[in-house]
Every structure is written in structure tokens, then in C-alpha cells.
């Protein structure tokens, strides 16, 4: 590409892999199942859903530049100084003001081998280097990720749990991992499934940022809130972190009708804890039923499992994608993830979980 054929961007922005969201739809299927994406399989809060359609009557005004009665919101949920939540358009928004704010050409960015694709591409967008750690049974190993730390590295961003691979690291291991990182480079928990964890050596991350001048923690209502569509996430911080995401966020960075959601959303108490109890049974139903038929299925503690199938071309992941489309259920390919031998499968309804072990069992019998 030459400078005649328009202006060029930056160097390394070209070499960004754009990300690609799970399917949504499947060709000449009767009936969509939707597993691609870690939705929430009972969808939102009917108290969230009147909630933003109350907002649609004040579309003509701005919303609240500061999210105020969000954050008021989520501080009275998890004990929180509302001064120090950030809110934005999804976590990956905040993810992005992260490296933008902190990271650039020169520097490094690290995270887990097999960690979400937004922390590369975020890094790259900065100018800065991805570095990716290798992990250990699929599980993102601290002393990997400490011996990949340089006079460079800027960021370490930490999936826990992990997305895709469903696993976490105890907050013992979170400990360790900060207590090796000097204070000047920026620790990012990224904990947008902690509500489905039910582990009592887990923490979300909530004590380290209240401990540390160095920790920001990451939250978002797209998954057990289900509100993906309205784009919403936000951060906890240190003071002077949550002043950083301030001056870099759009003015008015998240729509009255997600903010009006959120709050909605918190109050609804009840309905998330059937959420929880849903994917309590469901999760675990379904690993085992596929690891009945002869699967490799990843353990997970969040709305999802990686499942591994066989090497043959025609029992592979690929064609095991292409067969599940073909009956409306749609999952998502690992490739990208470094993980072809795998597909990411959502934790649905109970009607949709039992459909899904048919057509899997259907395709790996004899022809």
C-alpha cells in the first residue's frame, strides 16, 4: 500500500487480527440455538427490560455523563466507594482506555497464552508489544507470567476465570502473581464471569484493589446480566486509576438506556441467583454428558466449557462446528485462540443442553 492510495495508519494496526464475535445465524436452520457467545441462557431481568423501555421516552436528552446512579448503584451492591467505579461501554471499552492510557510503542503488554483476544489487539491498537505466557493444563501459570515480565512490560492483563478456557487461578495465586510485579506496571483483573464462581479460595479482585496502587478490576453485565446488547461494563480502581479512565472516556461513553438497565438489573437480586442456580446444574450436566461420550471437556467455573474432539477429519472440531450449524446450534471455533481441536460451547436451557448432546452423540456415531 502506497501513501497515494489514501492515509495510512500507524505501523502495526495492519497487522491487527480484527475480532470476530460469535454466529448468530445459521442458513436454511428452521430454529436458531445460540451458543457462541457465554449469553445468559434465561436472558435479562424482566425489571431490566422495563427499565429500558422507560428510558426510550428521553432518547432527545444526553445521558449522565458520569454513570452517577450506576455507580451509586454498584457501590451499594459490593460495598464499593463509588468514586473509584468507572463505567463504559462493555468491559472490552475499558480494556482498550487501559492500554491506551498506559501502554504504547515500546512497551509490552502480557497476559495468559490462551487468554481473551481483546488483550493483544488492544495492545497492538497502543503501539505496543503483545507478549503472551504459556500456561499450564489449560491454566493461566503466575510463574510464567513472571518470568515473561521486562523493564518493558507495562500491563499484565488477567483473566479470572478464564475466557475460553473456563478455569481460574486461586487469589492466593492473584497474591503472588502482584507481589512479583513492580509497583510501576499496572495489574488488570478481568473478572467478567465472577458471578458465576462458586469457589471459596476465589476473589474477584475486589480486596487487591482496595490494597494496592497498582490494580484495577474489571466487571461487566454482559454475562449473568445478560445485557450484552446495551453494551456495559466498569472498573474498579485506585483513585488516581479511576481519574486516568476519566479523561480518556467519551464524555458520555454509555447510553441513558444501558445505565437505567444496570441499575435495574443490581436490584434484581432474585433473578440473578436463579441465573447462578441454572448454570450450577446445567454446567455440570452437560460436561458430564459429553465426557460420557468420550470427550475431552475443559473444567470450568464459568457459563461455558472448551470441549476437545477427536483428531479424525471427520470427527474434528471443524466438522463437528460445520454439523452443529447445519442443525441451527452454534458454537464457537478456538482457532484463533491457538486451540483448533476445541469449540466453546454456552451453558443453555435445559431443552437446549439436552438438544445439544443428541446432535453431538448423532455425530459421533458410526456412519
Not at 464475535?21 to 445468559?40: D, Q
Not at 483448533?340 to 453431538?360: F, K, N, S, Y
Request: hydrophobic share 45%.
Amino acid at each position: 500500500m502506497s501513501g497515494e492510495s489514501g492515509p495510512l495508519p500507524r505501523p502495526g494496526i495492519l497487522d491487527i487480527e480484527a475480532y470476530v464475535g460469535g454466529e448468530s445465524k445459521a442458513p436454511g436452520a428452521a430454529r436458531i440455538i445460540r451458543l457462541a457467545s457465554n449469553e445468559n441462557a434465561l436472558g435479562p431481568s424482566p425489571k431490566a427490560i422495563a427499565a429500558y423501555e422507560a428510558a426510550s421516552r428521553d432518547i432527545h436528552r444526553y445521558p449522565d455523563g458520569g454513570s452517577n446512579a450506576l455507580r451509586e448503584a454498584l457501590g451499594k451492591h459490593h460495598g464499593l466507594d463509588p468514586a473509584r467505579i468507572v463505567c463504559g461501554t462493555g468491559s472490552d471499552e475499558l480494556i482498550s482506555l487501559l492500554a491506551q492510557a498506559y501502554a504504547g510503542p515500546g512497551d509490552e503488554v502480557l497476559y495468559s497464552r490462551h487468554g481473551f483476544l481483546m488483550y493483544e489487539i488492544v495492545a497492538r491498537a497502543a503501539g505496543a508489544t503483545p507478549v503472551p505466557a504459556p500456561e499450564k493444563n489449560l491454566t493461566t501459570d503466575v510463574d510464567a507470567l513472571l518470568e515473561r515480565v521486562s523493564p518493558r512490560t507495562r500491563i499484565v492483563f488477567l483473566a479470572n476465570p478464564n475466557n475460553p478456557t473456563g478455569t481460574y487461578i486461586t487469589a492466593e495465586e492473584v497474591r503472588r502473581l502482584h507481589a512479583g510485579l513492580p509497583r510501576r506496571i499496572l495489574l488488570v483483573l478481568d473478572a467478567a464471569y465472577a458471578e458465576f464462581v462458586a469457589r471459596n479460595d476465589y476473589e474477584p479482585g475486589i480486596a487487591l484493589v482496595d490494597a494496592a496502587p497498582n490494580v484495577v478490576m474489571l466487571r461487566t453485565f454482559s454475562k449473568i446480566y445478560a445485557l450484552g446488547g446495551l453494551r456495559l461494563g466498569w472498573a474498579y480502581c485506585p483513585p488516581a486509576g479511576a481519574d486516568v479512565l476519566n479523561r480518556v472516556r467519551g464524555a458520555f461513553n454509555v447510553n441513558a438506556a444501558a445505565q437505567a438497565a444496570g441499575v435495574a438489573a443490581l436490584a434484581d437480586v432474585a433473578f440473578v441467583d436463579r441465573a447462578r442456580t441454572h448454570n450450577d446444574i446445567w454446567l455440570p450436566w452437560f460436561s458430564a454428558e459429553l465426557r460420557n461420550l468420550g470427550l475431552t471437556v475443559n473444567p470450568s467455573v464459568g457459563n461455558f466449557v472448551i470441549v476437545r474432539f477427536p483428531d479424525a477429519p471427520e470427527r474434528n472440531a471443524d466438522a463437528a462446528y460445520a454439523y452443529l450449524q447445519g442443525r441451527g446450534i452454534l458454537t464457537r471455533k478456538m482457532r484463533g485462540y491457538g486451540l483448533p481441536e476445541w469449540l466453546r460451547i454456552t451453558i443453555g436451557t435445559e431443552e437446549e443442553m439436552r438438544l445439544v448432546v443428541a446432535a453431538i452423540a448423532e455425530f459421533l456415531s458410526p456412519s
